[in-house]
């Protein structure tokens, strides 16, 4: 074996082993499919805690990760939300003393991630693989209490904390408040009881959830090159 052989086996190994690395490389990936459940909660006419009453809520979820810090996507879910009315508590004797409803929701979101958020071979790239992140969008519900459905946009805001369990698997932890733009979330007999002006943060009933999901990302953004977000 001449030494020219033996250099272009040399190469051909190099160039064998560099590819398999590179195919094997955790790349970032474009999509983020997930489910989730936990606990719902209600804040209105009945009861201004939602830890008070608690319901359960699911839900599925769907992100674009546009990189390591930002992403987008859309939530569809389902809760079940009651109250009670506390002791003390001023309201007619008509209006009712307490309610279930089940929630109908859907919504868009946008998120950011307080550390830039991933797995890769590159150090370069110094990612990590949890984040604090916050979470704020726009969307709609349908409510279904005993006496009526009621429809209303929502805008829901939170705060929430994700970790890479293995490759392209997260886990995360979120809790999310909802502002709601109607009062009958709890009933069509307790829309405005008091007669209080409308406001932003009163007069109208909120919600919230406490969730864990897990999710799993799809769709590498790049196989055969090096990627920079």
Not at 77 to 91: H, N, P, Q, R, V
Not at 193 to 214: C, E, H, Q, V, Y
Request: proline share 3%; charged share 15%; glycine share 8%.
């Amino acid at each position: 074996m001449t030494t020219n052989h033996l250099t272009y086996i040399m190469i051909f190994t190099m160039t064998s082993f560099s590819a398999l690395a590179a195919r094997g490389q955790n790349d970032s990936y474009r999509f983020d499919f997930g489910v989730k459940c936990g606990m719902s909660g209600y804040s209105g006419d009945l009861c201004s805690n939602f830890f008070k009453q608690p319901g359960v809520t699911a839900g599925v979820k769907a992100d674009y990760l546009f990189n390591s810090r930002y992403s987008a996507g859309a939530n569809l879910s389902i809760s079940t939300l009651s109250g009670k009315l506390s002791e003390g508590t001023f309201l007619s004797q008509s209006a009712p003393r307490q309610f279930k409803s089940t929630v109908y929701g859907f919504d868009g979101r946008f998120n950011f991630n307080f550390l830039p958020y991933g797995k890769s071979e590159a150090a370069y790239r110094r990612l990590s693989n949890w984040s604090p992140y916050l979470t704020v969008g726009a969307g709609i519900i349908a409510a279904h209490s005993n006496t009526a459905t009621s429809v209303s946009p929502t805008i829901p805001m939170g705060v929430g904390v994700k970790y890479r369990v293995a490759d392209r698997l997260n886990l995360a932890a979120e809790f999310v408040v909802t502002k709601t733009f109607t009062d009958r979330l709890d009933d069509v007999n307790l829309d405005d009881p008091l007669t209080i002006d409308s406001a932003f943060a009163k007069n109208t009933d909120w919600m919230s959830g406490l969730t864990i999901a897990l999710s799993y990302e799809i769709g590498a953004r790049c196989t055969t090159c090096h990627h920079i977000d």
